[in-house]
């Protein structure tokens, strides 16, 4: 699987859109960019995913550079439930997912 | 509710006891997972099962013994157990992995974990 880099922490002020950064410069063409996130002591959440075009849910928007060499998960409005740690990984379809040490974002009054 | 359950949520066992964790999903789907996460450390995949079968095992010391009877249960059998095995212990459901490159192969959904303590 290709690695990804994220920033160990974020903070953001609930109300506000919440910008989390992923670093995947070695992705391959066949590859897709999942998103999860782990609330505490809870299981991890799938959000969202994508190959090439940006995405949009209920729950976030995943914007891919036209390159695919790095992407950006936005929550729009973020409050205080959205704290947790946020994984980017890079993955096909039908193989195994390698989490890694995720983003913690917290999201403050 | 993610359709995954995990029984039981807390365990506190010594090194000397056999016990078993369960889960139950009620999503149809044919894939299911255990993965490990102990203190500070990324998630750990230790087993993978596709229709029933074994199809990944991570390297998983014997002592962990996984059981998966049909597509909707899968159990982890413990014994002897060693106090560095005390952790959370997630499961895992998915689409089968039937091959191809859909991208829903990799929306797992996960339980809410059984808190494992080895005295």
């Known amino acids: 699987d290709a690695k990804t880099t994220q920033p160990p922490s974020m903070d953001c002020a609930e109300g506000r859109a919440a910008n989390l950064p992923c670093n995947h410069s070695?992705?391959?063409?066949?590859?897709?960019v999942y998103w999860y996130r782990q609330i505490h002591s809870q299981g991890p959440q799938y959000i969202i995913h994508?190959?090439?075009n940006n995405e949009t849910n209920e729950m976030a928007s995943l914007i891919i550079t036209e390159d695919r060499k790095s992407s950006t998960l936005i929550l729009p409005h973020a409050t205080l439930r959205d704290t947790a740690v946020y994984y980017c990984i890079v993955s096909p379809g039908f193989q195994k997912l390698v989490f890694g040490t995720g983003t913690r974002l917290l999201v403050s009054p | 509710e993610t359709g995954v359950t995990q029984t039981p949520r807390h365990l506190v066992m010594g090194m000397t006891n056999k016990k078993s964790l369960k889960c139950e999903q009620h999503?149809?789907?044919?894939?299911m997972y255990w993965y490990k996460q102990s203190a500070k450390k990324p998630l750990e995949l230790m087993f993978v099962y596709n229709f029933k079968e074994q199809t990944e095992n991570n390297s998983v010391p014997s002592r962990f013994s996984p059981e998966c009877p049909n597509s909707s249960h899968l159990f982890l059998h413990l014994h002897t157990l060693q106090p560095e095995d005390s952790a959370l212990y997630l499961c895992?459901?998915?689409?089968?992995?039937?091959?191809?490159?859909?991208?829903?192969?990799?929306?797992?959904?996960f339980g809410p974990g059984t808190r494992l303590t080895v005295l």
């Open positions: 994508g190959l090439k």
């Open positions: 070695t992705i391959s063409g066949n590859e897709y």
């Open positions: 895992a459901s998915s689409p089968s992995l039937a091959g191809g490159v859909s991208s829903s192969y990799n929306e797992q959904f």
């Open positions: 999503l149809g789907h044919n894939a």
